[in-house]
């Protein structure tokens, strides 16, 4: 194809949500599968995953480029809906100690937990709640909340509930009865630690890791003092 072809159809390719597009959508513009590699070579389009291109550079930050990643993941899974920390970075939350690599989504359907390069697809013992953020389906932020304790760990199930509480997307009601919800999943002694420790009164994620970070020195002190106590 000549290269003024390619140029029109990667401006009318550019213009799609996000800047992103399937293979469907470069057929009726009459790129081939191999003028589709040739570009993945010449670094003008991106290959996501899953047959989902983007066209351009990559998002700054490692949080934009997870943004733009998990709507990949949506646009080639449409029976899927963005959880874990996926689904917190669409709601605008803060996360912490994740993995910003590899976008996270929960079938609404019976479709299979699995991995394909940077998509995880999730299958749930109970229908996800739902809801559209900017027009991208995903889980709420209580559900995402507990999801992201019970993937990866306490910190960052509480660094997220503490700027949900804080902005006031979610409730405690909210949180217990999302973790509720999960109590057949791997991972529920995180959910409901993290109950226990999410203080909507922080102010940042630096904030909310001092916190955790005192509450457990206290612990071990305490513990210390009165382990000496009793050996005395």
């Given at each position: ?77 449409p029976t899927a809906v963005a959880s ?149």
């Open positions: 194809m000549p290269d003024t072809d390619d140029d029109a159809a990667l401006g009318t390719l550019a213009l799609r949500p996000e800047r992103l597009f399937v293979p469907a959508d470069a057929r009726r513009l009459g790129i081939r599968k191999d003028d589709l590699r040739a570009w993945v070579r010449r670094g003008m389009v991106r290959h996501l995953g899953r047959g989902v291109y983007a066209v351009g550079e990559a998002p700054e930050g490692p949080e934009e480029a997870h943004r733009q990643l998990i709507k990949a993941l949506l646009l080639g899974h874990h920390h996926s689904a917190l970075v669409l709601h605008g939350l803060d996360v912490y100690g994740v993995d910003l690599a590899t976008a996270y989504a929960t079938w609404t359907n019976d479709g299979p937990t699995r991995t394909r390069g940077a998509f995880r697809t999730i299958r749930t013992t109970r229908p996800p709640e739902v809801k559209a953020v900017d027009g991208w389906a995903t889980v709420t932020p209580a559900w995402a909340i507990a999801q992201t304790a019970a993937r990866f760990g306490v910190v960052a199930g509480v660094v997220s509930a503490d700027h949900a509480l804080k902005r006031k997307l979610v409730t405690m009601d909210d949180l217990i009865y999302a973790v509720a919800e999960h109590e057949e999943t791997m991972g529920v002694g995180r959910m409901r630690a993290m109950l226990d420790r999410c203080d909507g009164s922080s102010e940042s994620v630096g904030e909310s890791r001092l916190r955790l970070i005192c509450e457990d020195s206290g612990s071990r002190s305490s513990h210390s003092s009165a382990s000496s106590a009793g050996v005395e």
